[in-house]
Nanobody, 111 residues
């Protein structure tokens, strides 16, 4: 499956962007999938995801209470609604449906 994330950009601290991940050549339905983020010099970090059968997985502590994952199976698109962004949320965000991973979208949080 091909995955394409979008929705990133320059965001003010406290902002609430929504990232999208569109899948083609496959589906998200009932598959594990997740949002991850990575910054230079740091390990890849899991942000949020769905497990088998569509159950939401526990959020990473870094985004708990501020991020929300959802998906529209009819559109083969997953979303990451972010709110209360902090400077440390600056990262490349990408989606993955193992074993496939899409190219990410850069979110830069400014003060």
């Amino acid at each position: 499956v091909q995955l394409q994330a979008s929705g990133g950009g320059l965001v003010m601290a406290g902002g609430s962007p929504r990232l999208s991940c569109a899948a083609s050549g496959g589906t998200f339905s009932n598959y594990d999938m997740g949002w991850f983020r990575q910054t230079p010099g740091k390990q890849r970090e899991f942000v949020a995801g769905f497990g088998w059968g569509g159950r939401s997985l526990p959020y990473a502590d870094s985004g708990k209470g501020r991020f929300a994952i959802s998906r529209d199976n009819a559109k083969n698109t997953a979303y990451l609604q972010m709110s209360g962004l902090k400077l440390e949320d600056t990262a490349v965000y990408f989606c993955a449906r193992p074993p496939d991973r899409g190219q990410g979208t850069l979110v830069t949080v400014s003060s």
